[in-house]
């Protein structure tokens, strides 16, 4: 990762001594006059041909919810890692099962991404979609004492823990400057421009991590809103493209391409990273997408008793599941749901996986398809 060659440290903003003596951050307005080199160029011709083929794959699964379901958990457990929260996806799965900090946060995260579509049909992108998700996000969570849904009222800096404002790796701008900086980005989100979606997410990610608006789960909302835009300007028809997982992968060069832009102008180099983490990381969903897509089929196929039909339909939802929990969700007595899980059983779809009782039954293929890029398998 060389720091830019040409430094053009005023490019993205400058840095503004305070009266108290340490430096903020003001960001110029976007968009800044880009530089399009070939590699770029590039990137976004297969960024953008990549999530187009994701887009077009919504149309060809027939379970496109569940698809949604399980993949919105699934970019909530990914972008919840980066900021180290420890839960698997079968955590996630079985919220009933295990409860801890971890997962409720993890929940809020996908209660945003669901309540914040849904707000889409009345509300424009705009400040205040942007509080609401907010809201959405920090309820209940780590984080939820500090003002959630508000932007902050105080001065904020990222860096190491003990770093204070003056030692800080970054200051973002002052706390006055947040709402008109917000409106500014919201200008730049309904602008006319000619540039192209996919760079123009880039630039906003970027952004509103330097705004830094609140005072916690900037880098949470950041990466929500990338889907999200995808989503709002019908780039994408569902919020299948994950881009958190790449993040957390490469955080050491997300951070350090972040603060390339604020202190040399860099951001060709970040829209250029930006672009690999959208080709990845599309490229990755609609190969789960197909593999999932493959799987149900095939095993759909093999099923054929009404009941067991509608039992393999919930563990396409919930992977893992128990004979009480079936007889609420199928309104069916308890022999007839060991019946179906039985059968399944003997298909070799579903499996045994614990020995107390109530039994669990575990679907794990699928479970195998959608865990195998998590994060939790790279350790
Ligand atoms: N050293 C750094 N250099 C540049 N940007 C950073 C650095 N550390 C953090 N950031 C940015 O700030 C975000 C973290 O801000 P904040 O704590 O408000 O959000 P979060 O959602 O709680 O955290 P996280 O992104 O870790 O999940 C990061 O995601 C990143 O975008
Ligand atoms: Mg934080």
């Not at 968009?31 to 080199?37: G, R, S, T, V, Y």
């Not at 602008?191 to 949470?220: S, V």
């Not at 350090?256 to 080709?279: K, P, Q, S």
């Not at 009404?306 to 069916?332: G, H, Q, W």
Request: with cysteine; proline share 6%.
């Amino acid at each position: 990762m060389p720091p830019s060659k040409k430094p053009e440290s005023t490019r993205a903003g400058r840095f503004v001594t305070q009266l108290q003596g340490y430096k903020a951050f003001q960001p110029s307005p976007l968009p800044p006059a880009l530089k399009q080199d070939e590699e770029m160029t590039d990137l976004l011709n297969r960024a953008t041909h990549a999530v187009g083929k994701l887009s077009g794959l919504s149309s060809i699964i027939p379970n496109l919810d569940l698809f949604v379901y399980l993949y919105v958990r699934k970019e909530a457990l990914l972008s919840s890692q980066i900021e180290g929260t420890q839960c698997s996806l079968e955590d996630i799965l079985n919220t009933k099962t295990t409860s801890s900090q971890d997962i409720e946060e993890v929940s809020s995260y996908i209660n945003a991404m669901n309540q914040g579509l849904t707000r889409l049909a009345e509300l424009p992108m705009s400040a205040r979609l942007i509080k609401d998700l907010h809201t959405y996000l920090m309820h209940g969570v780590r984080g939820s004492n500090k003002t959630p849904g508000e932007f902050r009222r105080s001065q904020n800096w990222i860096g190491r823990p003990g770093s204070t404002l003056t030692t800080a790796a970054f200051v973002p701008p002052p706390p006055e400057d947040v709402a008109r900086l917000i409106v500014e980005l919201e200008q730049f989100i309904h602008g006319h421009d000619k540039i192209p979606l996919l760079i123009k997410i880039a630039l906003i990610h970027a952004q509103f991590e330097t705004i830094h608006p609140f005072l916690d789960g900037n880098g949470r909302l950041g990466r929500l809103l990338i889907t999200f835009l995808l989503v709002y300007w019908q780039v994408l028809e569902t919020p299948l493209l994950y881009t958190s997982y790449y993040f957390k992968a490469h955080r050491t060069e997300y951070y350090t391409r972040l603060m390339d832009i604020r202190l040399h102008g860099n951001w060709e180099a970040w829209i250029t990273f930006f672009l690999r983490a959208v080709l990845e990381s599309a490229e990755m969903s609609a190969q789960s997408a197909i593999e999932i897509h493959k799987l149900i089929t095939t095993d759909r196929a093999r099923i054929h008793t009404p009941l067991a039909l509608r039992t393999y339909d919930l563990f396409c939802r919930e992977p893992t599941l128990t004979n009480p929990i079936l007889v609420m969700k199928l309104k069916s007595s308890k022999p007839t749901v060991q019946r179906a899980l039985n059968y399944l059983q003997n298909l070799g779809i579903i499996q045994k996986t614990s020995t107390k009782r109530p039994h669990r039954y575990t679907y794990q293929p699928y479970l195998d398809v959608l865990t195998r890029d998590t994060l939790t398998q790279i350790g």
